[in-house]
């Protein structure tokens, strides 16, 4: 049995109880289950299969800002992902994943110059281009290293998706990509630069997206504008049609993946071009719970809380999205209801990771389960109130691994400097 079960009472990771975890590791910690991922690659690989003849697979490539541990990318790229990057830091954990600087793709609106050079020299397969500067600044620097770049544009669609607004990205207002009336004069332009060479479009529209629907018609302005680029005699042999998969939080509706295949089959591939795909939190979201202990239960004349060893500095998405995560004790899962706030110790009411919740009646020291973690988890985690960072632990085939051991206080506090005037 594997992914996150209950076995003899107590909740597990991939046949390991939590409570081995926890006493071996401490907590709070994130635990990843391999086999959860693998699922999910396959679930996403697989109706890509049943849509697209053998030679015309697109590239999965993983967004590693949803879960960028080396042990999970290496894990990934073991199952036949490639990687999608934002950062000078993404491409060295990348690399050290194993992964071939060919099978990277970097996006994102603010590129640096260390950024674009390490890019460059590494030889990853393309920039996905988000305004007119970015282009010549990729330019300029291609020449003085003597490396010409593949770019291809990122179209803003103008269309709405995104569970929530601060994920919502492809709205005219948005700050990504290009918009419809301006991409076909950047592609224009690049075609007329010395340093880099246009090869396609990419399109990302946001993450948790549940309008589904949104897909197919951000899908649709792609054909109109790969014909105006090619009649303006430019080839187009890419397109990267970005992530956005959503999964279940609480009780949501899932994307039928095979649907979202036909798209793909019906509106992309009759435009004969590489087909390139950008799944974050689809393939690891799932895949992690933060386990933490009950520091607390205190109990006041309006509400009961859990004061839990996990904060938001931990997983911030609860009180920056508004984010539903559920929650569950790792042993006493039958106990009668009652009702709690589950909080933090962090000095902000907004840490809370839920109000007013009916959950299996608790007591000071059980373990308990923040789910559906693996996704924008620890990747977003900081040191906030001089907090170190939680251990991470990837379970694989019944056997816990640490892939990255619990930061110390003094770690942190090593980085600060006091300066010579004071006294
Ligand atoms: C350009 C780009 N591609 C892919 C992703 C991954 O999105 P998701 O994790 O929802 O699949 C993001 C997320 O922000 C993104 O900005």
Known sequence: MTGFKEINGVLNADNVPLTDIAKEYGTPTYVYSADV??????ALAGAMKRALPADRQPLLCYACKANSNVAVLSYLRSLGCSLEIVSEGELKRGLKAGFKANQIVSTGVGKTRSEIISCLEAGIHQFNVESFPELK???????????KATVVFRLNPNV???????????????????????????????SEMEHVEPVGLSVHIGSQVFTVESFKTAFEKLPGIVEKIRENGHSVTRLDIGGGFPIIYKDEKLLDLDRYAEWVRDIIMPLDTEIIMEPGRYLVGNAGVLLSEVLYVKETHDQDFLVIDAAMNDLIRPTLYEAYHGIEPVENRDAPHHNYDVVGPICESGDTFTQGRDLPKMNQGDLVVVQSAGAYGFCMASNYNTRAMPAEILVYDGQA??????????????LDKIPDFIK
Not at 137 to 147: F, V, Y
Not at 160 to 180: A, L, N, P, V, Y
């Open 37 to 42: 991922m693998k699922e999910q690659y396959e």
């Open 137 to 147: 600044h990729i330019n300029q620097i291609a020449g003085e290293i003597g490396i």
């Open 160 to 190: 709405s998706g995104g569970g929530h607004h601060k994920i919502s990205t492809g709205r005219k207002r948005d700050k990504f990509g290009i918009s419809e009336e301006s991409i076909c004069d950047a592609y224009q332009l690049a």
């Open 401 to 414: 691994h640490e892939v990255r051991a619990r930061e110390s206080v003094e770690e942190i506090i090593d």
